[in-house]
């Protein structure tokens, strides 16, 4: 033991929340249970708790937590005559009393964290669901903590949880990592879902604010964690690429008001220098393992947008240009609405709002019914072609539709700003 006085639950607790995800995945690769590697981890850190704080952190606390949940294990095999053919599952590997190294002990940590990816972004549980569970077992958040990030209330989050590991034991999902095509497919699966974890975060869908950074951190630790653990894969590089990139902006896009600011509007100086560094190397190495033969996909091609972005030091040093010739690249490869709304930007700066407004008229009639997206845009380039009656409406609609307070607002004063214009400039 490192001899630490009197340890703090504080510190034992980030000492967990850093061994917990590796603890998690490989007692769930041992047992294939998830509920019972999840009990058989809080047991450990139970024990933590209880030993730490008398006799300090232990020199490797991931060896430590692992060898209490495997005896743990052994004594619940051997009290339960119904579970005793697991105790052979297991194997010797669980009767040594002793673990000198997590790493040496426990076989391939990487490939039981991406297991575990795997197994919480199964393609028969529905993305919500994918989400939440993902947070929980790989991101290491509590129940609550996932509820008071989707502002929702702690027992439905629970119960959803519940839910997709009762639906994962009910198809038989397997421990075991994909292969070839099942595997590259899942792969999709985890990429969205952290996405999607990451996105939430960016620009949240509802509450009081614009973004929630908890969630877009957790989103880029897990893009670290799959780029790491699939290095030669270029979407993968490309998605941490792009998230890092992204959240290097997230003290920029609000003002000292808390107000939102737009992309075109942030003081760049505050963007975070590190995380922009690592995103644009990320984005270097997905593009040199597209180039030497690797195929990249739509992950790639955003990271790319995202790099122009991130490369210009003024707003007006954005290369527009290549940004539209990304999202036509984009469109082809991937279409759809959403993509287009956001060609529909990039073209309308590169070559005039009616160039945008043209592919916008072009949307399919009810694609995207419901979003403030296409409303937004429509706004903002009729405000640039000086039609702000037109552009206040816009707005005005957008303000209607999104759940955001935090957007709504910007929205209101985009519209009142148009309007302040109507009198000299409409036509």
């Not at 027992?155 to 034991?169: D, E, M, N, P």
């Not at 210009?312 to 490869?333: K, M, P």
């Not at 060609?343 to 949307?363: C, D, K």
């Not at 999104?402 to 109507?422: D, F, I, P, V, W």
Request: glycine content about 8%; some cysteine; charged content about 25%.
């Amino acid at each position: 033991m490192v001899s630490t006085g009197s340890t703090t639950e504080e510190a034992i607790v980030a000492v967990w929340r850093n061994e917990s995800v590796r603890l998690l995945a490989g007692l769930a690769r041992m047992t294939h249970d998830l509920d019972l590697a999840e009990d058989l981890a809080q047991d450990a850190l139970v024990a933590a708790l209880e030993q730490w704080p008398r006799e300090g952190i232990p020199r490797n606390p991931g060896a430590w937590l692992m060898s209490i949940a495997k005896r743990r294990a052994i004594d619940g095999f051997r009290r339960d005559e119904t579970l005793r053919r697991k105790v052979a599952l297991l194997g010797h590997e669980l009767e040594e009393e002793e673990m000198p190294d997590l790493a040496a002990a426990v076989d391939h940590i990487e490939d039981d964290v991406l297991r575990l990816m795997f197994l919480s972004c199964h393609p028969t549980l529905a993305p919500d669901s994918r989400t939440v569970l993902t947070l929980r077992l790989v991101g290491g958040l509590t129940t609550a903590e996932i509820a008071r990030a989707y502002f929702a209330k702690e027992s439905a989050v629970g119960q959803r949880i519940s839910r997709a590991k009762r639906t994962l034991a009910e198809v038989g999902a397997s421990f075991e990592l994909p292969v070839g095509e099942e595997r590259a497919a899942r792969m999709r699966e985890v990429m969205q879902t952290i996405y999607l974890v990451f996105n939430e975060g960016y620009a949240a869908t509802s509450g009081p604010s614009w973004t929630r950074p908890e969630l877009c951190l957790e989103g880029m630790r897990l893009a670290r964690m799959l780029a790491a653990l699939a290095p030669g894969d270029p979407e993968a590089q490309a998605l941490q690429g792009l998230l890092e990139i992204q959240g290097s902006r997230l003290a920029a896009r609000a003002d000292a008001s808390g107000k939102s600011v737009l992309l075109e509007d942030q003081d760049r100086t505050r963007w975070d220098q590190l995380l922009l560094r690592r995103g644009l190397a990320a984005v270097g190495r997905a593009t040199a393992l597209a180039s030497s033969g690797t195929p990249g996909g739509s992950y790639l091609v955003q990271a790319m947008i995202a790099a122009c972005h991130g490369r210009a030091r003024r707003a007006e040093d954005t290369d527009w240009a290549e940004i539209a010739r990304l999202y036509d690249l984009l469109a082809s490869g991937a279409p759809g609405a959403v993509i287009d709304v956001n060609r529909a930007v990039a073209h309308g700066r590169a070559f005039g709002p009616e160039a945008g407004l043209a592919i916008l008229a072009s949307l399919p009639e009810g694609a995207l019914a419901g979003s403030h997206l296409p409303h937004g845009v429509r706004g903002d380039l009729l405000h640039r072609a000086g039609r702000h009656r037109e552009a206040a409406k816009a707005f005005d609609t957008a303000a209607s539709l999104t759940g955001n307070a935090g957007e709504r607002e910007l929205l209101e004063m985009r519209a009142a700003a148009c309007r302040s214009h109507q009198g000299s400039s409409d036509g």
